[in-house]
């Protein structure tokens, strides 16, 4: 994946968390926005480790890939007792935190099939050639 379109998913996926945060806020009150705001951050901090991860992985450098992919399945883990820890912890709202949480996936989807005319989804930039 090059750098624009992650800086672009990376927009897509805080975008889709506040717009979710206030459209919960005016259908389901504060409490459930709350919780749906907290969802987006781990959202986005999900993607920000995946991102960097995936970057590291596609580096060709890397000579061995067993770290990499271990982080993974720590990384995947670590949101399981987060998201664990948070909604039985602070007794967040669980629609509103899934909501949130789900931004992820909208901004993905979103950041791929919304790219500017003409640019390529694989496309090499020379920074990345070096």
Same mark, same amino acid.
């Given at each position: ?25 005016l259908l389901a009150g ?13 959202? +986005? ?11 590291? &992985? ?12 271990? +982080? ?5 883990? &670590?949101?399981?007792a987060v998201s664990w820890?948070? +909604? ?41 050639e070096s």
């Amino acid at each position: 994946m090059n750098p624009a379109t992650a800086d672009r998913i990376t927009r897509y996926i805080a975008v889709t968390g506040g717009v979710g945060t206030v459209l919960v806020f005016l259908l389901a009150g504060d409490s459930a926005a709350t919780a749906t705001l907290v969802g987006g951050i781990v959202s +986005l901090a999900n993607w920000l480790v995946l991102r960097w991860v995936m970057g590291k &992985l596609s580096d060709n450098t890397v000579t061995q890939t067993g770290p990499l992919m271990a +982080l993974l399945l720590g990384k995947m883990f &670590l949101l399981m007792a987060v998201s664990w820890g948070l +909604l039985s912890r602070f007794e967040l709202d669980p629609m509103g935190y899934v909501v949130g949480v789900s931004s992820i996936f909208v901004g993905i989807t979103l950041g791929v099939m919304l790219r500017p005319a003409g640019e390529s989804p694989t496309a090499v930039t020379p920074a990345e050639e070096s």
